[in-house]
């Protein structure tokens, strides 16, 4: 009998292919890292953003902001201490999201539709952080 709940092969081989696994990584973490980097090249710019969103000290916001969205990256990229990088881009995650896409306290219309779509595309990142955290466990559990 033919088992037909395995992966095509072409998927077995992209899922098995050791690169898989840091660009899955690199894709998940490119927002942040670019981020980070951006605001690092210009924190005059960086603390204006977080100045516009009420967050006081802007200058140590920016700050935090800044280590937060490189250490969490690279944490996740290195494949060492995945939880901690995925926990700190994940609290950081939701709580900007909160901050910057309050769709709750909006009035409708396009303004609140866009807000309503990025909190939860936010929420959907929080979840590959979880996910990336689970499967590196699960990788250090069977080396």
């Known amino acids: 009998m ?17 690169p898989t696994w840091f660009l899955a990584r ?17 924190f005059s710019s ?16 920016a700050a935090l902001t ?4 490189l250490v969490g990256s690279l944490l996740i990229l290195s494949g ?3 939880w901690l990088g995925a926990g700190m881009l994940g609290v950081f995650t939701i709580l900007a999201a909160i ?14 539709f866009a807000a309503t779509n990025a909190f939860f595309e936010h929420l959907g990142l929080i979840g590959g952080f979880v996910m990336a955290a689970l499967v ?8």
């Open 66 to 69: 800044i280590a937060v969205e």
């Open 80 to 82: 060492r201490l995945v």
């Open 46 to 61: 960086a603390v204006a953003e977080q100045a516009h969103f009420g967050m006081s000290p802007p200058a140590l916001w």
């Open 99 to 112: 901050t910057a896409n309050a769709f709750w306290s909006m009035p409708a219309g396009p303004e609140r």
């Open 2 to 18: 033919k088992n037909t709940t395995r992966d095509p092969r072409f998927v077995d081989a992209i899922l098995n292919w050791r």
């Open 26 to 42: 690199l894709a998940l973490v490119c927002a942040y890292l670019v981020g980070g980097l951006v605001k690092l090249a210009d």
């Open 136 to 143: 590196a466990e699960l990788e250090h559990r069977r080396v």
